[in-house]
T-cell receptor, first 110, second 118 residues
Framework: GESVGLHLPTLSVQEGDNSIINCAYSNSASDYFIWYKQESGKGPQFIIDIRSNMDKRQGQRVTVLLNKTVKHLSLQIAATQPGDSAVYFCAENNDYKLSFGAGTTVTVRA | GAVVSQHPSRVICKSGTSVKIECRSLDFQATTMFWYRQFPKQSLMLMATSNEGSKATYEQGVEKDKFLINHASLTLSTLTVTSAHPEDSSFYIC??????????????FGDGTRLSIL
């Protein structure tokens, strides 16, 4: 079946720089997308979401961009901090079920 | 808001034991909860959808007699791993669907249960 995937498994970023995490999805019928952050030994933590009728949504230090033409989703983190080190998952919602991508491990260098 | 509590956080038990994991929505009602399984360095795999007052819906390949789900109230779902064996060792995570200010319905997750079967 169709699933959500991520372009890069790891991302190393200098503290203070901006981070961009990418995600490609394949189900053009998906109408809702969510980014989660998972720290070691914990459950995923909701970061930000976006519906398919939007192309951009901003939160505190985070921005999600949605390009439905190429079925691409990205998460931008401004001024990355050590506490941002974690695994980031994009998730695609269909019929109230979530399909998760493989995850990108973000490591912040001091 | 939207806090999901999962208990216990870690279980170590002998092969053949049945283990019950609880998932509670603390500050909202959840007619639907979800159970996931996650292997090390892998993504989350949906096991089943737990519906309050009715039978759970299992994903393909998940044994319903092995993983018993009960959702008896709007704030509690339980997953029982029956006659657990070493291959059942994994990280089990529950979630509940709530509402955010935008009217969307993100799933909010518990902190998972690390199950180790000896």
């Amino acid at each position: 079946g169709e699933s959500v995937g991520l372009h890069l498994p790891t991302l190393s970023v200098q503290e203070g720089d901006n981070s961009i995490i990418n995600c490609a999805y394949s189900n053009s019928a998906s109408d809702y997308f969510i980014w989660y952050k998972q720290e070691s030994g914990k459950g995923p933590q909701f970061i930000i979401d976006i519906r398919s009728n939007m192309d951009k949504r901003q939160g505190q230090r985070v921005t999600v961009l949605l390009n439905k033409t190429v079925k691409h989703l990205s998460l931008q983190i401004a001024a990355t901090q050590p506490g941002d080190s974690a695994v980031y998952f994009c998730a695609e919602n269909n019929d109230y079920k979530l399909s998760f991508g493989a995850g990108t491990t973000v490591t912040v260098r001091a | 808001g939207a806090v999901v509590s999962q208990h216990p956080s870690r279980v170590i038990c002998k092969s053949g034991t049945s283990v019950k994991i609880e998932c509670r929505s603390l500050d909202f009602q959840a007619t639907t909860m979800f159970w996931y399984r996650q292997f090390p360095k892998q993504s989350l795999m949906l096991m089943a959808t737990s519906n309050e007052g009715s039978k759970a819906t299992y994903e393909q390949g998940v044994e319903k007699d092995k993983f018993l789900i009960n959702h008896a109230s709007l704030t509690l779902s339980t997953l029982t791993v029956t006659s657990a064996h070493p291959e059942d060792s994994s990280f089990y995570i529950c979630s509940a669907r709530g509402f955010n200010s935008g009217g969307n319905q993100p799933q909010h997750f518990g902190d998972g249960t690390r199950l180790s079967i000896l």
